[in-house]
């Protein structure tokens, strides 16, 4: 079996975005490189379901696209022949019914009547919870998985987990780094990233602390939107003694 053709593949880029920060946007220039998909759609989850963002989805969408803007594209050299988009597919979704809890599988299901050709991006940690997904294991076949090994244990971490799919009959391998996803064309892809190790929960934590994000952590856009919406309590007076120096 062969590696699909990647440069064909629009890659689905979703989260919380609550906060995005510099490690989304380096994971999605680092999938521009490799596999080298053709495009990257940015779907802010409008009401995730296993946990409840702190901005509202209008505010993390509204941080997506300063975080995926024009200006990151002038930044990132892969971007100029390539298209990120963010798309509010589950925002619009969740308009419709506000009750309903926003699953990665009714968006797959929309999506693929649009795009033919999609992958579905995930880090090592968010991969090992896939099996707690809505309707899995069902939801594997519906689209290519590229799985985001962060350095220090990524690789570690997502060997581990396709060995607990393979195990269940549910993959076979092609090569250490390309699995099948057993009576499906979808495979799971493994690959490296040079995105750091920053999470939204870290970003929210230190602001509240310090009333400040981590140096380094956000896009100047998105950083002044935060204190222009006061997001996290940032920009609201903090005690002396935790404040930075």
């Known amino acids: 079996m062969q590696s699909p053709a990647w ?12 906060p995005p920060h510099l490690g989304h946007r380096e994971a999605v220039a680092g999938i521009l490189r490799n596999p080298g998909v053709r495009n990257v759609l940015i779907i802010p989850s409008a009401s995730p379901p296993h946990k409840p963002a702190q901005a509202s989805a209008q505010q993390r969408t509204q941080m997506a696209r300063l975080a995926f803007g024009p200006s990151l594209q002038h930044r990132i050299p892969e971007a100029s022949q390539k298209l990120i988009q963010v798309n509010e597919i589950e925002l619009k979704r969740s308009q419709k019914d506000p009750d309903r809890a926003s699953y990665s599988f009714d968006t797959l299901q929309e999506l693929r009547s649009q795009y033919p050709r999609l992958a579905f991006v995930l880090g090592a940690d968010q991969f090992q919870d896939l099996p707690a997904w809505h309707r899995f294991p069902e939801i594997l076949s519906l689209c290519h998985w590229i799985v985001l090994q962060r ?9 581990k987990t396709l ?12 090569r250490t780094d390309l699995w099948k996803v057993r009576n499906s064309t979808a495979v799971i892809h493994s690959v490296a990233t040079d995105a750091p190790d920053l999470s939204s929960t870290q970003i929210r934590r230190e602001i509240m602390i310090h009333g400040a994000p981590p140096p380094s952590s956000l896009l100047p856009e998105v950083e002044a939107y935060l204190k222009i919406q006061q997001l996290y309590g940032i920009g609201t007076p903090h005690d002396s003694r935790t404040n930075r120096e």
């Open 7 to 18: 440069s064909e593949v629009t890659a689905i880029f979703g989260g919380r975005m609550d």
């Open 151 to 159: 350095k220090p244990n990524g690789s570690d971490l997502a060997q």
């Open 163 to 174: 060995q607990l799919l393979s195990a269940s009959g549910l993959i076979e391998p092609v």
